[in-house]
Structure formats: C-alpha cells, structure tokens
C-alpha cells in the first residue's frame, strides 16, 4: 500500500533552519508529482511547494526563495529545506503524493514550530 513518511520536524529558533524528509513506497515514486503542504492552528491546510516527476519546482509565494524542494529517485524520497525560518511558518506539514488535478494521498505530518 502506499506509504509517505515525513520525519525532520522539530523546534527551531527563528532565522534557523530545517529540512523535511519523506519516504515514499507503494507507487511508482519516480513517475509522481510530489509535494508539500502544511496546516498551522486554527488554519485549512496550504500548499508550500511541489516538484513534478521530471523536477520543474514550484512554491508558494511565501516561501519562495526561502525554501527548496528536491527528489531522489533512487532513495524514494522528497526533500524540503528550509531556511530562514519564521514564527509563521509553525505548521504541521506533510507530504503529498498527487494522485490526479486536485488529488493527494497524504503523509501523517510533521510538526515544525518556529520560535520568535
């Protein structure tokens, strides 16, 4: 079945750094979009970044420049760095794997809090 396990969470100090991971199996991981999407309290979820099965990235406005997404086809696995932390971006985030226009399966999430 398909699995998306994040891992990389954590508390961080603000200007800090962090970088997400999340295994992939279940699927044909090099043939997927993937991304990243993250829920802060009280809030719908959003996307922040996704990376098509050939590698064109895209980003949030609010991230853009300060976070990166990548893949490694050979380890399964889509990556999130992100730099230049800020208290807004205290989130659970979790990873998607794009299963048709506005389709994800979803990841159990990884809880980042950025403290000012």
């Known amino acids: 079945q398909v699995q998306l396990v994040e891992s990389g969470g954590g508390l961080v100090q603000a200007g800090g750094s962090l970088r997400l991971s999340c295994a992939a199996s279940g699927f044909t991981f090099r043939s997927t979009d993937m991304g990243w999407f993250r829920q802060a309290p009280g809030k719908n979820r959003e996307f922040v970044a996704a990376?098509?099965?050939?590698?064109?990235?895209a980003y949030a406005d609010s991230v853009k420049g300060r976070f990166t997404i990548s893949r490694d086809n050979a380890k399964n696995t889509v990556y999130l760095q992100m730099n230049s932390l800020k208290p807004e971006d205290t989130a659970i985030y979790y990873c998607?794997?794009?299963?048709?226009?506005?389709?994800?399966?979803w990841g159990q999430g990884t809880q980042v809090t950025v403290s000012s």
């Open positions: 990376i098509t099965w050939s590698g064109t990235n």
């Open positions: 998607a794997r794009r299963v048709g226009a506005a389709a994800y399966d």
